[in-house]
């Protein structure tokens, strides 16, 4: 048996791998993942046995991103008892896996599109195409970590093999179709960008102006549950208070910034307005002023296994990423690629929130006393 893609979390997996026994007795001797995605690779540990193929890439991003866990942009998950299994049979262009006498050629897309290391798996004798995230039913298209105009010229290409059956990544399976479905929506965003660089909007003016309704996917996306109408009217309203919001940030940002820089458990406080920050030179040259988001980094006297109770015990921070929102965040900067990696573990990324400053000093301030109590 051969497996294209696991699942998330340890129960789907499981339930996965019980429906495949409920149709054969043979084992899964070979695992395929079509990309790095958690939700494609998570559950590659429990394929016992299973030779695992994947893009060199894919391994590569696997190993960066780390093994499940809680992740500020996710409710919480139950992930179960999952170990990072990153797949150990890697090729650079394609690999062809026999089951039985029936050929599968795995094969990287040769662009990013949805992410930077997508393989489809082709079965010629079955005209039978698995798309990974190239594809999904019913949802719109997600090109964060790949690009849209390589998701067009990938999609044009697939759109040559001659295949009757098409696995998404997501959504049921279909026809080739489904194929001009999602390419038509590309095709529509990406023409939309270029008038509207053109005709010098903003992103914001030129998502407005858009006719979203008429969009087939934008129909499935709104079966889904996106109220775009809702979010656009939330953002007008939003902007409206953005001058001053941005004000209060600055400001309160760099009061908490100073004060942590004078306190002598800290190493480095890297907020580009102060001087002694690396790139402060660019700051004062390029910006006009300073925002919400800056990052502090514990010196020698505290221990990395010290920092997540010390980012627990803040009241006034909640914990997570965002950029210029109104609440306090705080945040153990986690296990991603960076230039400079001798910060690991010791670094906390803060977002100032407009809660008064000297509230939220006095609660950095408390965390930072009961360092080494615990
Ligand atoms: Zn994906």
Known sequence: ??????????????????????????????????????????????????TIVAHERCREEMLAFGPPGQRPFWTEVDWGE???????LTFTSQ?????DDLACDVRHVGAPAHTTNDSIVWVPERSLLFAGDLLFRGG????????VSGAIGVL?????????TIVPGHGGVSGPELIDEVLGYLRFVLAAARSAADAGLSPLDAARELDLERRAVMRGAKKHGLRLERDASLALRGLQTLGIRLERLESSALKIAKWLNSRPEIETV???????????DLWKRDFTGSAS????????????????AFVDNLTLFRKGFSWGGTASLAMIYPNLRRPNRDFEGRLVRLNIG??????????LSRALNGLGTG
């Open 1 to 50: 048996m051969v497996s294209v893609d696991a699942c998330s979390t340890e129960r789907r997996t499981r339930a996965y791998l019980d429906a495949i026994a409920s149709v054969t007795d043979q084992p899964v001797r070979t695992l395929i993942n079509t990309h790095h995605h958690g939700d494609h690779t998570f559950g590659n540990c429990l394929f016992e046995g299973a």
């Open 82 to 88: 999952l170990e990072l299994t990153p797949p150990f």
């Open 95 to 99: 690999i062809r896996v026999w089951v």
């Open 140 to 147: 719109t298209p997600f090109l964060l970590m790949g690009s």
């Open 156 to 164: 044009e290409e697939l759109k040559q093999l001659p295949a009757t």
């Open 270 to 280: 890297l907020h580009p307005a102060l001087p002694d920050c690396p790139g402060h």
């Open 293 to 308: 988001v800056f990052s502090f980094v514990f010196g020698p006297g505290v221990a990395a296994a010290e920092v997540p």
């Open 354 to 363: 407009l809660e008064e400053p000297d509230d939220l000093i006095a609660d």
